[in-house]
């Protein structure tokens, strides 16, 4: 964009459900800023803990990263399993 205004994309993703969310921002705002404006934290409470995973593009970035024009903002949830204890429990098996 222009006029100072770049858009990017907030991304949750849930088991069923994928929610995208586009918002226009100030040239210097933050990934904190982009998802408070997207409204997601509203629409999910469970966002408001702490500490938020995030990423721009899948690679893990902190809450205050400035955004560029066109970034896709997404947001991690926890993991349930171990990735490492899965398999040690798979290869038991």
Do not use: W
């Amino acid at each position: 964009m222009d006029n100072g205004f770049i858009e990017v994309e907030v991304v949750y993703a849930l088991p069923q459900q994928q929610i995208i969310k586009s918002v226009q921002l100030s040239v210097g705002m933050t990934v904190q800023e982009a998802i408070n404006l997207s409204g997601l934290t509203d629409a999910f409470p469970q966002l408001c803990k702490d500490p938020l995973n995030v990423g721009v593009f899948a690679k893990s970035c902190e809450l205050d990263h400035v955004l560029n024009d066109g970034d896709r903002v997404e947001i991690y949830r926890p993991l349930i399993h171990d990735p490492k204890e899965a398999r040690r429990l798979r290869a038991k098996k």
